[in-house]
């Protein structure tokens, strides 16, 4: 079973930022929270990934609580091209990874 | 640099049939691993290869394997085709399970129709 939990789907007005929120509640000391996206028939896109610190790349933001238990991934300026299934993915290197069912972010014209 | 590609791209076999994907990744990039995509399961992990040997393996019956050359390209390989093993076939790429970063690069997949 997939250890994050994520809201089925979520609206985000193009040009404003998008927040996708994940739930790993059981996230253990050396995992990593990584984020990817599905844009329709094509294979998942890495995005981010981080293990405490909040981090930044050219693609989204990520941030982190505190206690780990949730992250959220910003989109900072959504595009209609934004549109796609965000998956979070928790696991350290030794385990295999595991996709829950994501978050389908629609982006509205 | 080249991304991930993966061959066929698309393939229609039938029952019973065997099917070999194959599977190139990113230069440099050692580790292979394999998922399986159906509309109802979603994204399926199959197994992961790193210097030739597999080091994880998903929950799924005897009849799909794989390998990786010294090359680091990959194969896998579904013997006894069923109907239920229509899928898109996505191999991903990353340096090694060992480094900082471990992100996966995928490839666009191979669509398998079994009829």
């Known amino acids: 079973d997939a250890k994050t939990t994520q809201p089925p789907s979520m609206d985000c007005a193009e040009g404003r930022a998008a927040n996708l929120p994940c739930n790993h509640s059981?996230?253990?000391?050396?995992?990593?929270v990584y984020w990817y996206r599905q844009i329709h028939s094509q294979g998942p896109q890495y995005i981010i990934h981080?293990?405490?610190n909040n981090e930044t790349n050219e693609m989204a933001s990520l941030i982190i609580t505190e206690d780990r238990k949730s992250s959220t991934l910003i989109l900072p300026h959504a595009t209609l091209r934004d549109t796609a299934v965000y998956y979070c993915i928790v696991t350290n290197r030794d385990d295999k990874i595991i996709f829950g069912k994501g978050t389908r972010l629609h982006i509205l014209p | 640099k080249a991304g991930v590609t993966q061959t066929p791209r698309y393939l229609i076999k039938t029952r019973g049939q065997q099917v070999t994907l194959s599977c190139s990744p990113i230069?440099?990039?050692?580790?292979v691993s394999w998922y399986q995509q159906t509309p109802g399961q979603g994204l399926q992990f199959l197994f992961e290869y790193f210097s030739e040997t597999q080091r994880n393996k998903g929950n799924f019956p005897g009849r799909f394997s794989g390998r990786q050359f010294s090359n680091s390209r990959s194969e896998m390989n579904v013997s006894t085709l069923e109907l239920g093993d229509s899928a898109l076939y996505l191999c991903?790429?990353?340096?090694?399970?060992?480094?900082?970063?471990?992100?996966?690069?995928f490839g666009p997949g191979t669509r398998l129709t079994v009829t």
């Open positions: 059981t996230i253990s000391g050396n995992e990593y």
């Open positions: 991903a790429s990353s340096l090694d399970p060992f480094s900082s970063s471990y992100e996966q690069y």
């Open positions: 230069s440099g990039h050692r580790s």
């Open positions: 981080g293990l405490k």
